[in-house]
């Protein structure tokens, strides 16, 4: 009785969790919200932005190992038994040529030591301050060229969704319309005014848009998950958007983008390849330091407590005072040839990293002009493909008029509705093709920084 008690009351939970699931209210988004949103809550960008953290802390790691380095210790030893020494016998006056077993020290003791350590020169080190900088501005930048990838990812998925829907409509008002041709001309032939080939072509073409439609309504689910994944969120939350793509494609039209400047060495990828160029400079000159002496001190001091019982903690306890002040110097004299070699293997490493940087250089002048021409010709194709949809729709209904007038066979008006139909997609493409490169653009073109408020 009590098991079938339990199992109601879960199917119960799960039956009200899912009625919770499904009456949450959906997230309204404009496009700037779901980059902003997307920045913030997408799995690669706040990963990139838990490894900047992750790099301040190795920061203070780095700096810490010159600073003072405190550290105690505390042992406490009881004998089971206490170890014998043999002392000749004569020393008490017994018998010359042997000896007396003697017991030294107590059966318990404490010993306590509190050590100061101090660095006082190590090449490695200073080089290792130096390189904290660099190797914070590498994880800066990397968190930058993430959201910049988020925020283009975000400007796609978010644009496909627009694009499904779209495709849709449209799909699912020619379908409409033909639907009524379809029954018109079915009325047509039954009245023997038609042939019955018209009747077919039409449900020919009838039966491809309801397919196209199925398979369309479908695409748009998947589009909405994949918008969710992007924006790091579960892949069936409900979404809302608030953009259109035709008001959209007309916001992201931006001539004066194409004449948009900037130094190739404000790009993120550069700034990336410079970091690895400088990082592998500093590689070289850690490698130089390992050659140079390294200074430490230290000072500890000590105590000591002896004891047949266990009195350590009586006030009355007797405890002995030590310290000691040291200096240590290790200088490199010899390696066999083993530091010149790494020196070497660090030297060509930076010149390979100079020789990326130039061809970095080089490919994201190559990058932005190429997605300058890029977007120019998503721009004219836009206006192409507007041009061409209002013609193939007064192809299309010229035909129809046609050949209900019976001066046009069911062949042309067919050619006409796909001519209209391929015109239609085209148009939607292109509106995406200017929303995508845009964003590929401006990516190329961006010189934000990573904030230096985070520090």
């Known amino acids: ?57 190795q920061r203070w790691e780095i700096i810490s190992q ?26 008490t006056g017994g018998e010359p040529g042997t000896f007396v077993p003697v017991k030294f020290g107590t059966q318990q003791n404490v010993n306590g030591t509190a050590t100061l350590n101090q660095l006082i020169f190590d090449g490695s080190y200073i080089v290792g301050v130096q390189s904290a900088k660099t190797l914070l501005q590498i994880s800066k930048n990397a968190k930058t060229k993430t959201d910049q990838s988020v925020k283009e990812a975000v400007i ?47 449900q020919i073409t009838l039966l491809g848009l309801e397919n196209n439609l199925n398979r369309s309504r479908r695409m748009a689910g998947i589009s909405y998950e994949m918008l969710n994944l992007t924006l790091g969120l ?68 000590g105590f000591q407590g002896f004891s047949n019982d266990f009195t350590f903690l009586n006030r009355d306890q007797e405890y002995f005072g030590q310290s000691i002040l040291g200096v240590s110097l290790n200088v490199p004299i010899f390696s066999s040839g083993m530091r010149g070699a790494r020196t070497q293997q660090k030297q060509l490493e930076y010149e390979q990293a100079l020789l990326e940087l130039e061809e970095t250089r080089n490919r994201v002048s190559l990058e932005i002009n190429s997605a300058k021409n890029d977007y120019e010709y998503s721009l004219q194709n836009y206006e192409m493909q507007k041009q061409n949809l209002a013609l193939a729709e007064r192809i299309e209904n010229k035909n129809q008029i046609k050949f209900f007038e019976g001066l046009a066979s069911s062949f042309e008006l067919s050619e006409a509705q796909r001519q209209l139909y391929t015109a239609q997609q085209d148009l939607l493409q292109s509106m995406l093709n200017v929303v995508n490169n845009k964003a590929v653009l401006e990516n190329l073109l961006d010189t934000t920084k990573y904030g230096d408020n985070n520090e």
């Open 1 to 57: 009785m009590k098991t079938c008690l339990y199992i109601f009351t879960f199917l119960c939970s799960l039956g009200l969790y899912a009625q919770e699931q499904q009456d949450a209210d959906p997230y309204i988004l404009s496009l700037e919200e779901a980059i902003i949103l997307g920045i913030q809550q997408n799995y690669t960008s706040r990963i990139a932005g838990k490894e900047v953290e992750k790099t301040l802390k």
């Open 66 to 91: 010159g600073l003072p380095q405190l550290s105690g210790n505390i042992d406490y030893q009881k004998f089971i038994k206490q170890p014998v020494t043999l002392l000749p016998a004569e020393i």
């Open 156 to 202: 796609s998925a978010y644009s496909n969704v627009l694009l499904a829907e779209e495709s849709v409509a449209i799909l699912e008002k020619n379908v409409e319309s033909l639907q009524k041709n379809y029954q018109d001309t079915q009325k047509i032939f039954e009245n023997g005014l038609a042939e019955e080939e018209d009747v077919e072509q039409l």
């Open 234 to 301: 579960p892949v069936d939350t409900k979404l809302v958007l608030t953009e259109d793509l035709d008001a959209l494609a007309m916001r992201y039209y931006d001539m004066a983008l194409l004449k948009s400047m900037i130094p190739v060495e404000e790009n993120i990828d550069y700034r990336i390849a410079a970091n690895n160029a400088e990082a592998a400079k500093i590689f070289v000159r850690l490698e130089k330091a390992k050659a140079l002496p390294t200074l430490s001190a230290f000072v500890n001091y």
